[in-house]
């Protein structure tokens, strides 16, 4: 058993510190947020992920784990896990400050000998900058990189059972004492050094990234040649050498990290001399299917006076409260500007999502938001949603498009009751098209007239990735 401080009570801080702390582990969690400490003092976790209020409940009931604000509280630990954000600078390059900042707000408390922990995911050479600063070398403080791969959604399940443990470490020392705290997680611990593991986390989330965007690609050569591409995606799936994660086709990715670390990968390559062309196709293939939702939903609602497009989803994805980066906001935020009434409906995120963007009519319930809307947009792929009772919803809407935007719901029978329905290169029996009607606007161009290359008069951005929708402005921070 160790004594460990975490710094940030966030989704990788809080679940790093009460899962720690359910591995044996005395933790003590520092957060700088007066309303999220008062709320974890009593029990009451800021994020929603399965498990975690119950986790923290229990190990705050067994005193294996307290929330202070003050940064002495870290006097004892021979540990110090860092999971403060690092967001985007407007350059696209990770900002750091939080990281420095925490570190140095430790440093008049820390004990002589203690391992600082970087769970941040931080520009490669971060950890080693850290730890050449000299109160951290006076002390013989020695700073470890321990990339955190947990997905939101399944965080307490993953940091317990996670694919392996990565260590990057210029001490072997130091890594062995890290990798004890892991004792008795069954998972392979693999110790490099820092800059590894440092890129090894960037690139994992930019190659998961590239899956996603790859098949949206297809998915747009799919509906053009008329195949399916769900049943593309199934059979290069089964391929072994490709496995069948993250190759739906749909809106495209969000949240908090692969946007951001697509970006700051990027930054970092261009920094030290290196062309990135696959980062900016990745991340520009990714808008574009913003662009393609927001654009048929407008087509469909064009001429209609008073339209109204309700968004069923608003998380960046299901089983998670978080909005950063997500599609759904993101065409919110474009349909609002283009004087649509936006209604939408989440089972989790509508505080979150109100707080950004406050224009939007939300509902708690899923048929209140659809009732006379003329057109709705699957958004986020919650289990609710394909439950819904579409008779009743063909009857209560005013339209009849629905815009399919993760390939969830069924589209057969949704154009047998009478819907328009538009997917992402989904092939439907009832028209045999790959996208979606076949008097659809986008028939004649599934891309909506955007292009890769930048071809419909995007403008290029500060962070030099190409976009004519900036969706990252509808970020909750
Ligand atoms: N969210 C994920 O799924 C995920 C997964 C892997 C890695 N990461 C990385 O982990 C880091 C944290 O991400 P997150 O999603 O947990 O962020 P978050 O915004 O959910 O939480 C960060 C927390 O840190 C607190 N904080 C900020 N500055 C502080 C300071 N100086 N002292 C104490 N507390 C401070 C904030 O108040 C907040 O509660 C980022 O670098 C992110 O890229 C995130």
Same mark, same amino acid.
């Given at each position: 058993?160790?004594?460990?401080?975490?710094?940030?009570?966030?989704?990788?801080?809080?679940?790093?510190?009460?899962?720690?702390?359910?591995?044996?582990?005395?933790?003590?969690?520092?957060?700088?947020?007066?309303?999220?400490?008062?709320?974890?003092?009593?029990?009451?976790?800021?994020?929603s992920?399965?498990?975690?209020?119950?986790?923290?409940?229990?190990?705050?009931?067994?005193?294996?784990?307290?929330?202070?604000?003050?940064?002495?509280?870290?006097?004892?630990?021979?540990?110090?896990?860092?999971?403060?954000p690092?967001?985007?600078?407007?350059?696209?390059?990770?900002?750091?400050?939080?990281?420095?900042?925490?570190?140095?707000?430790?440093?008049?408390?820390?004990?002589?000998?203690?391992?600082?922990?970087?769970?941040?995911?931080?520009?490669?050479?971060?950890?080693?900058?850290?730890?050449?600063?000299?109160?951290?070398?006076?002390?013989?403080?020695?700073?470890?990189?321990?990339?955190?791969?947990?997905?939101?959604?399944?965080?307490?399940?993953?940091?317990?059972?996670?694919?392996?443990?990565?260590?990057?470490?210029?001490?072997?020392d130091?890594?062995?004492?890290?990798?004890?705290?892991?004792?008795?997680?069954?998972?392979?611990?693999?110790?490099?050094?820092?800059?590894?593991?440092?890129?090894?986390?960037y690139?994992?989330?930019?190659l998961?990234?590239?899956?996603?965007?790859?098949?949206?690609?297809?998915?747009?050569?799919?509906?053009?040649?008329?195949?399916n591409?769900?049943?593309?995606? &199934?059979?290069?799936?089964?391929?072994?050498?490709?496995?069948?994660?993250?190759?739906?086709?749909?809106?495209?990715?969000?949240?908090?990290?692969?946007?951001?670390?697509?970006?700051?990968?990027?930054?970092?390559?261009?920094?030290?001399?290196?062309?990135?062309?696959?980062?900016?196709?990745v991340?520009?293939?990714?808008?574009?299917q913003?662009?393609?939702?927001?654009?048929?939903?407008?087509d *469909?609602?064009?001429?209609?006076?008073?339209?109204i497009?309700?968004?069923?989803?608003?998380?960046?994805?299901?089983?998670?409260?978080?909005?950063?980066?997500?599609?759904?906001?993101?065409?919110?935020?474009?349909?609002?500007?283009?004087?649509?009434?936006?209604r939408?409906?989440?089972?989790?995120?509508?505080?979150?999502?109100?707080?950004?963007?406050?224009d939007?009519?939300?509902?708690?319930?899923?048929?209140?938001?659809?009732?006379?809307?003329?057109?709705?947009?699957?958004?986020?792929?919650?289990e609710?949603?394909?439950d819904?009772?579409?008779?009743?919803?063909?009857?209560?809407?005013?339209g009849?498009?629905?815009?399919?935007?993760?390939?969830?719901l069924?589209?057969?029978?949704?154009?047998?009751?009478?819907? &328009?329905?538009?997917?992402?290169?989904? *092939?439907?029996?009832?028209?045999?098209n790959g996208t979606?009607?076949?008097?659809?606007?986008?028939?004649?161009?599934?891309?909506?007239?955007?292009t890769?290359?930048?071809?419909n008069?995007?403008?290029?951005?500060?962070?030099g990735?190409?976009?004519?929708?900036?969706?990252?402005?509808?970020?909750?921070?």
């Amino acid at each position: 058993m160790a004594q460990l401080a975490v710094v940030g009570a966030g989704y990788v801080g809080l679940v790093t510190a009460a899962c720690l702390a359910k591995l044996g582990h005395r933790v003590i969690c520092v957060e700088v947020d007066e309303s999220r400490l008062n709320g974890l003092a009593a029990g009451e976790p800021p994020i929603s992920e399965p498990g975690l209020a119950e986790l923290v409940r229990e190990q705050l009931r067994h005193g294996s784990l307290r929330f202070t604000g003050d940064y002495a509280g870290v006097a004892e630990s021979e540990f110090i896990f860092i999971a403060v954000p690092t967001p985007s600078r407007e350059d696209g390059s990770a900002d750091t400050s939080h990281v420095l900042h925490a570190v140095n707000s430790l440093i008049p408390h820390v004990r002589p000998a203690t391992v600082i922990v970087v769970k941040s995911t931080v520009p490669v050479g971060t950890t080693d900058r850290l730890a050449a600063m000299p109160p951290l070398l006076e002390a013989r403080i020695e700073v470890v990189s321990n990339p955190e791969f947990l997905r939101q959604g399944t965080a307490v399940h993953d940091f317990l059972q996670p694919d392996r443990v990565v260590i990057g470490a210029s001490s072997p020392d130091a890594a062995a004492r890290v990798a004890r705290l892991y004792s008795s997680i069954e998972a392979p611990i693999v110790a490099v050094d820092t800059r590894s593991a440092e890129l090894a986390k960037y690139t994992a989330n930019a190659l998961l990234a590239a899956r996603v965007s790859f098949m949206n690609e297809i998915s747009h050569i799919a509906a053009a040649v008329d195949a399916n591409v769900d049943d593309v995606a &199934r059979i290069v799936g089964m391929d072994r050498r490709i496995g069948p994660a993250f190759l739906r086709a749909g809106l495209g990715w969000g949240g908090s990290c692969f946007p951001k670390d697509v970006l700051a990968l990027a930054a970092v390559a261009n920094s030290n001399g290196c062309r990135t062309p696959i980062l900016q196709a990745v991340y520009e293939t990714n808008e574009l299917q913003r662009e393609h939702a927001a654009k048929l939903l407008l087509d *469909a609602v064009r001429t209609i006076p008073g339209p109204i497009v309700a968004i069923l989803g608003l998380a960046f994805k299901p089983n998670t409260d978080d909005v950063r980066g997500s599609p759904a906001l993101g065409i919110a935020q474009h349909l609002l500007a283009e004087g649509v009434i936006v209604r939408a409906h989440d089972p989790f995120a509508l505080v979150n999502a109100s707080r950004v963007l406050p224009d939007v009519e939300y509902s708690e319930d899923a048929y209140s938001a659809l009732d006379g809307a003329d057109a709705i947009l699957l958004a986020t792929e919650w289990e609710e949603y394909y439950d819904l009772d579409w008779i009743l919803v063909r009857e209560s809407m005013r339209g009849k498009t629905v815009v399919d935007g993760r390939n969830a719901l069924n589209g057969v029978l949704l154009t047998d009751l009478g819907f &328009r329905y538009w997917s992402f290169g989904r *092939a439907t029996q009832s028209n045999g098209n790959g996208t979606g009607p076949h008097e659809g606007p986008m028939d004649s161009s599934p891309l909506g007239g955007a292009t890769h290359t930048n071809g419909n008069g995007a403008v290029p951005r500060e962070d030099g990735f190409a976009s004519a929708l900036d969706f990252r402005g509808a970020v909750a921070e």
